[in-house]
């Protein structure tokens, strides 16, 4: 069994969930500022970390697992590795459960008497964290680790510890460094900022390629941006940067080449829910129903893979499946041999334009069917069918049961 194999999976593995892990060697002489991502370093100036804490990590016990959260709300994964010849050891971390409130920082700042230009430090770096709400698949992740690396689920405990560092500790402040809070000149702050662009940027890309699993990976790294105190309303900050966003998923689906008609359906009822918004809590979870619906417009309405002429089709279909969709009235209005636009259109799409026409319908029809309590004879005709005897006949070709019994079997 090859240990540091292991251990280097879980390292690219965690990191594609943008959450740090290192193997440290010899903690109890030196432990990198890498760990706390500098939180530490940044704060009272010391880059040996060994002197700061006050429980070291060699009081671990063997074949022991050990969640852990210090005094900056930060929470850590870490055990001993097995086997190994000097003290070794695996972090995981730093991940927060949730940003902290504005009353957090006040009582910090008065703790560590932090100047401004300190506080807003501290701020970047909770914003430049990886939010982790759901601690469920971390945890899997370590425990499948641990049956890996300590012989099975049953050669290995978990435990929750505490580690601070001393009260006495305070601030270290570097003369010109700190007095000028919007040139803040703090390596840190640069390198959160940088790493806050690269990832919108990376989100972006996913976006635009339709990449629901990697913008779920990316998400939580998204969440805490936008948080700046612009404004004394930290409502309001949210709400101003959810605009912008609104826009970066906007140019990331129209790289995605999604018709504007969809983009701009998406894109004003956000804005609406923007603007109806009422705490920080209800933005954060908005900023991940952006992420997720605009990615999924891609993968579902991207022409990419489409000429220009079964694009506009799709498209056009798409605008209004009320509207007369057959294969002569469409070959009129693309001004092309209907014989042309059907050999072509199944060819692109493996389906003849009347059987994708239908589907759309009933896509739709199922949708409004599990979302409302309307009459079947009107969602027939919000679909584009009058003969409601029809209507149930495709349906229940598509979904094996008619309107009703499909009704029943969603509620």
């Keep these: 069994m090859d240990i540091l194999h292991d251990l280097e999976f879980t390292v690219m593995l965690l990191g594609k969930l943008h959450i740090s892990s290192h193997i440290v060697d010899d903690p109890e002489h030196h432990i990198s500022d890498e760990i706390d991502c500098g939180l530490r370093a940044m704060l009272f100036g010391e880059s040996n970390y060994a002197k700061l804490l ?3 990590p060699t009081e671990a016990k063997e074949n022991t697992i050990y969640r852990f959260f210090d005094e900056y709300r930060c929470n850590y994964i870490f055990f001993k590795i097995p086997d190994s010849i000097t003290n070794r050891y695996f972090f995981v971390g730093p991940y927060i459960p949730s940003l902290p409130e504005v009353e957090y920082y006040e009582r910090k700042a008065k703790q560590l008497d932090l100047d401004a230009s300190k506080l807003e430090q501290l701020k970047n770096y909770y914003r430049s964290l990886p939010v982790v709400e759901e601690e469920n698949v971390l945890f899997s992740i370590i425990d499948t680790l641990g049956s890996f690396i300590f012989g099975g689920e049953n050669h290995f405990n978990v435990e929750t510890v505490s580690y601070e560092i001393p009260d006495k ?13 919007e040139s803040d000149n703090s390596a840190l702050s640069l390198e959160i900022i940088e790493q806050n662009y690269q990832n919108e940027r990376r989100l972006i890309e996913a976006v635009s390629k339709g990449k629901l699993h990697k913008v779920d990976m990316i998400a939580s790294s998204i969440l805490n941006q ?3 105190e612009r404004l004394a309303d930290s409502v309001r900050n949210r709400k101003n940067y959810l605009i912008i ?61 489409y000429s220009h002429l079964i694009g506009r089709v799709i498209t056009l279909i798409s605008f209004d499946l009320t509207a007369d969709l057959s294969l002569k009235h469409i070959s009129s209005l693309m001004n092309v041999n209907a014989s042309y636009l059907s050999a072509t259109f199944k060819k692109e799409c493996g389906e003849t334009l009347t059987e994708y026409v239908n589907r759309k319908r009933m896509e739709t029809a199922a949708f409004i069917l599990s979302h409302s309590d309307k009459q079947i004879q009107v969602v027939a005709e919000e679909c584009g069918i009058l003969d409601v005897n029809y209507f ?15 009704r029943e079997d969603i509620q």
């Design 169 to 181: 500790r305070r601030p270290v402040y570097t003369s010109g460094i700190f007095e000028d809070v």
């Design 226 to 228: 936008g948080t700046e």
């Design 54 to 56: 006050v429980n070291s």
């Design 245 to 305: 966003f609104n826009t970066l998923l906007r140019k990331a689906a129209e790289f995605g080449e999604v018709h504007p008609l969809h983009i701009n359906r998406l894109s004003s009822a956000f804005a609406k829910k923007i603007e109806e918004l009422c705490t920080v809590d209800d933005s954060l979870n908005l900023q991940k129903e952006m992420i997720r619906k605009y990615c999924l417009l891609v993968k579902e309405h991207s022409l990419k893979k």
């Design 392 to 406: 149930i006949k495709l349906f229940k070709k598509q979904y094996g049961m008619t309107p009703t019994q499909y």
